[in-house]
């Protein structure tokens, strides 16, 4: 099989502009495998792979939330910790309108609009992330320290350990 040609998406534009270091990381996207698919694939621990989740809260405003692979967002704590009532997941249909992206594609990096990034605090003692290029099935690897400059997210403690079957 030839091997294929990392994408070139609005993540890597921005990526390149912002002159950040990254690993271009493609694997085979499986629906609904999510990280720990990803994690299997590049053989990497699933802490370490990033999703990007969007959410609204009550009035319906977008926001970017950053966790780590192997934990699930407390909407609740998360809502406490931005001073909004609510905070819910986003329709896909929805997400994809705000970030130009599609679910399973999301990149925090170069959104179509522009929305507050919300990041697990401790992302930020990881050694080097994966998160996504803004494709299914490519991950771009590079250190916490260049997303923080990048995104400049607010550092929040919202993450809970996520039950898993392992069937």
Known sequence: MPKEKPPIT???RLLRAEKVPFTDH???YE??????VSARELGVDE???IKT???EDENRTPLIILMHGDMQVSTRELARA???RQV???APETA???TGYMVGGTSPFGTRKSMPVYMEASITGLEKIYINGGKRGYLVEIVPSDLIRVLQPVTVTVGIRQERNNT
């Open 31 to 36: 629906e609904k495998g999510g990280t720990a």
């Open 96 to 98: 994809q309108r705000h």
């Open 53 to 55: 989740l969007v959410m």
């Open 88 to 90: 819910t997941p986003c």
């Open 26 to 28: 493609l694997y085979a």
């Open 82 to 84: 931005i001073g909004v």
């Open 47 to 49: 802490h370490c792979v």
């Open 10 to 12: 609005p993540a890597v």
